[in-house]
């Protein structure tokens, strides 16, 4: 899977050291699945991002359409795209992951294409219209996260940042939000440096700036998984002093490589299982 430091080839040396030292060694528990449910891939031509995108919807084990079910958005990072959102597996094989010995609760899951832009609005494309305008009411119309069903969203780096900005602008729609490694930079000037094109200028960052508007999801369940060898770490941490006190944080051994995704993603889904089934219905 693409990461922004791989991608971009923002410190290239210092994550060598890193891993030299082994400051990226991260155990990934091997995974156990139920058989899986079923997965749909189909592409839709969407006006908010002017071009057609991929998504795939997968089912949990033992559902299938027309299941009505909560719903988990799951974002992908900078360089992925609807097929590889996840780490390592599918998205049906997320929802068939045994987490600590447990099935997950029945659940359904949507991965989208959408772009390098950070999952916000840039000229001619607005991969966050496309989520919440089209994305969202097209699961809907399946039965999935139509309420009282009740929609989780998730990401891994860029998608972690998109995620929670997205939990942040809509806290009507999202019922909680599960941020891995996001790509948390604290000023323009520093996002800039790392990529040009997150960001148009300060006005857009301060408009998308997750930190700082951290307070809309104060009554949100939100989880937050940082590396602490992930350059983007200090960002993390400087958002979860702005996050309600009953966030999950996890702050362990990693850096934003796929090892630190893989150990943090199921229980991420298990925290987004818990929250989706106690939602009365």
């Not at 040009?196 to 301060?206: L, Q, V, W």
């Not at 006190?245 to 229980?267: I, L, N, Y």
């Not at 991420?268 to 939602?279: D, E, I, K």
Request: with cysteine.
């Amino acid at each position: 899977m693409g990461t922004e430091l791989v991608a971009r080839g923002v410190l290239p040396g210092h994550q060598v050291l890193l891993d030299l030292e082994g400051a990226c060694d991260v155990r990934v528990a091997p995974r156990v699945f139920s058989p899986l449910g079923p997965a749909f891939s189909g592409r839709f031509y969407s006006r908010a991002r002017r071009r057609t995108v991929g998504y795939t919807i997968a089912y949990p084990p033992g559902h299938a359409p027309p299941s009505t079910l909560p719903l988990i958005v799951m974002l992908h990072g900078y360089g992925a795209n609807h097929t590889d959102a996840l780490t390592g597996m599918s998205p049906a094989q997320a929802l068939a992951l045994h987490v600590g010995g447990r099935s997950l609760p029945p659940m359904a899951l949507v991965t989208v294409d959408g772009g390098r832009g950070y999952w916000h609005a840039h000229r001619g494309d607005d991969p966050m219209a496309m989520v919440i305008d089209e994305l969202v009411p097209m699961c809907r119309a399946r039965g999935l996260g139509r309420p009282p069903q009740p929609i989780g969203i998730m990401g891994v780096s860029m998608g972690g940042y998109g995620a929670l900005l997205m939990a942040e602008k809509h806290p009507d729609l999202f019922a909680a939000v599960a941020a891995i490694s996001p790509a948390v930079w604290t000023s323009y000037a520093q996002a800039s440096g790392a990529n040009p094109g997150a960001y148009s200028s300060t006005s857009d960052f301060a408009a998308n700036d997750a930190v700082t508007h951290a307070g809309a999801l104060a009554h949100m369940p939100v989880r937050v998984a940082s590396g602490l060898s992930d350059p983007f770490h200090p960002g993390v941490v400087a958002l979860v002093k702005a996050l309600p006190r009953t966030s999950v944080v996890d702050f362990s051994k990693g850096c934003h490589t796929g090892p630190f995704f893989e150990a943090q993603e199921p229980p991420s889904l298990a925290f987004l299982g818990r929250h989706l089934s106690s939602v009365d219905a």
